[in-house]
C-alpha cells in the first residue's frame, strides 16, 4: 500500500507496466526534456532540474482523475477494462488521493507556483475535464474531453518552463502532432473509428510528414521555429519506425519457408 501513495506509482502500475513505455518516452518525456532545453526560459541547467517537480505535480493531478476513473466512474461502462484500483478499500482511495493533493500543494511550493494563477487555473481546468471524462458521457462527448486531455497532458510539463513567446506555438503543437495523433487510437478503442490502416507505420510517417509545408511556413512567425523543430522531431521518429519496419520485414520474408 505504500508505494500507491507515491505520485507516478499508480500511473505505472496501471498504464505503463504492460503499455508501450518507448510511446510515453519518445512522445512526451524526450519531447519534453528537448522543448525545456531548447525553448526554456533559461539557464538550461535551471530549466531541466525543475522538469521532473512539475511533472510530477502534473501526474499528481491527473493520476486522481486516473483512480477516479478506475475506482468509480468504470463500473458505469460497459466494456470497461480492469485496471487494479479494484483491489483498494474506499478508505485506501480516499488516502491515495489526498497524499496526491498534498504532493502537488508542496511540489507547487517548491517550484515557486503556489500563488501564480496561470499555474492555479490550468490544473483546475485539467481537474474540471478529467471530472467531465469520468461521468458516463456518450461516447461521442468523451472524445471531446479526451482531446483536452491530451492537451493538457502534453502541455503540462513544460508550459510553465518555456518562453511566453512560445506558448501558442506549443498548444498548436500539441493540437497538431500529439492530441490529433492519439485521437484516433482512442475512437478506434470506442469502435467509433474503422481505420485498420492507422497502425501502419506509413500512416504515421505521412501524417506527421504532410504538416511540414504548414511547419516551413510559420517558422519564421513568433514562436514558429517550435513548431517546426517539433514537426521535423515526430517526422524523424516516425521515418525512424518506417524504416525499422521495412527491415524487419524484409528479413522476415528473407526467411527460409521451413516444411510443415
Known sequence: MLKALCPFWYFWDTRLRRGSLAFHFTFEWLSAILLA????QGPVWFDLARLPMVYLAFVSIYEIGYICNDFYAARFEQGSRPRGAERFSNLQVLVMIFTRL????????????????QWQAFFLMLSLVFSLHNFPLPVELKVITFTWLSVCRFTAPTLFLLRTSYVPAL??????????FRLLPYMDSKGILKMPGRRKPIFRLCYFVSILPLAWFLRDYPGGDLFWWLNLYFAGLALGGF???????GNSSARPIEPS
Open 37 to 40: 532545453a531548447f525553448f526554456g
Open 102 to 117: 498534498l504532493s502537488f500543494a508542496a511540489l507547487s511550493g517548491l517550484l515557486g507556483f503556489q500563488h501564480n494563477p
Open 171 to 180: 498548444f498548436l503543437s500539441t493540437l497538431t502532432f500529439y492530441s490529433g
Open 243 to 249: 524504416i525499422w519496419a521495412q527491415i524487419r520485414s
